[in-house]
């Protein structure tokens, strides 16, 4: 560790390692779980990332450290979109179907922050396991038209374990038993529920008053000190904002750091894979071009590979690596299929006095009545509902702006009554699509990249499964803001065609199971086709649930990585991670 921190420009950790045993693509909740794995395991790992690192120190083995480069700044994270992908210059294309052409859009489509760490900086650290049914969704729902569903090759007891390391890795705080529709649990989570946000406990009162359930919701805003990490401080603004604290549990302040302190990790940031090199049967990853942070054509290579680029372009990269044939690892015709989203609908509540957007951690509570069980002839399966408000002061006052008759003194009045913001509560249902193989991701055949590098095109189109359960609890979620006191509620125009999806929850493309036939990884998640690749990020869900897959996309990676150093006791691999986290 004595070369610790790293001197050298664009990369952190151990500049000396020259072998490796793990080349690992990209470093968000996938691949910074398994980095965590593979380096206490005694391996050595190098993570390409195509992001910047937004972390002063992570690598610096002095307490306190690291430094974020983030801060309560609209305009840097929301306006200007400071770790967002930049789509003037990456673009992704889209189209319900093919019979729309080539393309309807051209620009953003789901596009998640490429930094060190990934898309975990900029969400609000919601993070609940899967129920156990959902690893079985093929047995409990069975045949449904122009639906692909299908069973987990694992259950939610086998990943039980994973789940308790990794919300122990990243500090979940939370309360065992408090959502009745969750699955056992092994033990309650590692911290308790922080304060909840105004918003969230008048919305949870209308919804006791209706019957409904509502509880904390586990997340990784620290509510008090934990492993190094300040508690949270409750700014309000975590949803699409890196912590200025490191008191949000993401890969890079959590799981990477400790990888990075073992000096057997090196982690090379703004550097773009365009290639996965197999040997000339396509069995075997012989190694990965990429870009350089100067733009130049670089290599790296190692004995096993880690795909984890996330769920659109993981499956882009494959097809990227084989332009004149089906794909790497692409034999059953499977790769960029059954791409799913979270189908979400808005319950939106008028309320006469402000809900305090700007005191709390974006998301503090919710319910999961709506989530329900398989085949309730009563009530269709929903998702999850997150209690939330507006806390972008800046975005709401350029909406003002915008109006005709929004100057002078009366635009002061507007900002400070704030209507569109103070007084507005929201209830999001996080519903779940049903795997379609017509949704997917190709290769669009004409808008490229600003490395000339075909862009991918997303082919998608909600199914009757979602939106039926988007109109029936549509009108549930109005219900619930009228027993909390709201003046009024409605709920947003729904889907109406040629509309790009906006949830960051993308999952599918490259899924797990059993066939080889109908997958593109195992259980273990290891390619069918080739026998030195894995994919460890949230392209290899089968079915998405309708709760938030941060942790269980953790929690497979760790699986994953645990069964790479011990295929017979990864449970074991995992308990060892305990030792060196800090109470």
């Known amino acids: 560790m004595s ?20 080349v690992i693509i990209g470093s968000g909740p996938g691949g910074g779980s398994a980095v965590r794995v593979l380096a206490d395991a005694g391996l050595t790992v190098c993570i390409l990332e195509a992001g910047n690192n937004y972390f002063l ?18 305009l840097k994270l929301s306006t200007r979109g400071l770790v967002s992908q930049q789509t003037r210059v990456e673009p992704r294309t889209f189209r319900e179907s093919v019979a729309q052409g080539k393309r309807t859009y051209v620009g953003e489509v789901n596009n998640l922050p490429k930094a060190v760490g990934g898309g975990q900086i900029h969400a609000d650290g919601k993070t609940p396991r899967f129920n156990d049914f959902d690893f079985r969704m093929r047995s409990e729902l069975g045949d449904m038209p122009d639906a692909d ?15 308790a390391a990794a919300e122990h890795e990243v500090g979940v705080s939370g309360r065992a038993g408090a959502n009745p529709f969750e699955s056992p649990r092994s033990a309650d989570y590692p911290l308790p529920p922080g304060p909840d946000m105004y918003v969230g406990a008048l919305i949870g009162e209308g919804a006791r008053k209706l019957g409904y359930t509502p509880f904390p919701y586990p997340g990784v805003n620290l509510s008090r000190a934990y492993d190094g990490r300040p508690a949270c401080n409750d700014c309000g603004l975590c949803s699409f904002y890196g912590c200025p604290t490191n008191a949000k549990g993401t890969p890079a302040v959590t799981t990477i750091r400790k990888a990075l302190l073992t000096g057997r990790v090196q982690l090379r940031y703004n550097c773009i894979v365009t290639r996965i090199v197999t040997n000339a049967v396509g069995n075997e990853v012989t190694g990965l071009q990429y870009l350089d942070p100067a733009g130049q054509p670089a290599t790296v290579s190692g004995d096993r590979y880690i795909l984890a680029a996330g769920g659109i372009e993981s499956a882009r990269l494959c097809l990227l690596s084989d332009r004149d044939g089906p794909g790497v690892g692409n034999s059953s015709d499977r790769v ?17 006095q402000s809900l305090h957007g700007e005191r709390g951690r974006s998301v503090a509570s919710g319910m999961a009545d709506f989530r329900g069980v398989p085949n309730d002839p009563d009530h269709p399966l929903g998702g999850v509902i997150e209690f939330g408000t507006n806390s972008e002061k800046i975005s709401e006052a350029k909406n003002y702006v915008h109006s005709l ?10 900002l400070r009554a704030s209507p569109f913001g103070a007084h507005i509560g929201v209830m999001t249902l996080q519903g779940e699509d049903a795997p379609q193989l017509t949704n997917r991701v190709d290769l669009d055949p004409d808008v490229k990249d600003i490395h000339g590098q075909p862009a991918a095109r997303i082919t998608y189109q909600p199914h009757a499964f979602e939106l039926s359960a988007s109109r029936y609890y549509g ?8 027993a909390a006191g709201a003046q009024f509620a409605f709920v947003p125009p729904r889907y109406d065609g040629n509309v790009t999806p906006t949830t960051r929850h993308v999952m599918g493309a490259m899924r797990m199971g059993s066939d080889p036939r109908t997958s593109v990884v195992d259980r273990l998640q290891r390619f069918h086709d080739i026998g030195n690749l894995w994919c460890i990020d949230g392209s290899v869900l089968p079915t998405g649930s309708g709760y938030n897959p941060t942790l269980t996309i953790e929690a497979l990676a760790l699986r994953a990585a645990a069964a790479m150093v011990d295929s017979t006791r990864p449970e074991a691999v995992v308990a060892r991670l305990a030792v060196s986290r800090r109470p």
């Not at 960029?336 to 006469?352: A, E, K, P, V």
């Open 3 to 22: 070369n610790l921190p790293s001197r050298v420009p664009n990369v952190l950790g151990n500049t000396s390692l020259a072998h490796f045993d793990v």
């Open 57 to 74: 120190g992570l690598d610096d083995p002095r307490p306190g450290f690291p430094i974020p480069l983030f801060s309560s700044d609209e």
């Open 149 to 163: 569903w299908a069973d987990w090759p694992l259950t939610y007891d086998e990943l039980e374990p994973f789940y």
């Open 336 to 352: 960029g299929r059954c791409l799913m989203y979270h189908f979400q609908t808005l319950g939106i509540g008028i309320y006469r």
């Open 405 to 414: 008759f929004a100057r002078g003194r009366f635009l002061k009045k507007l």
């Open 475 to 482: 009108e549930r979620m109005i219900d619930i803001h009228g």
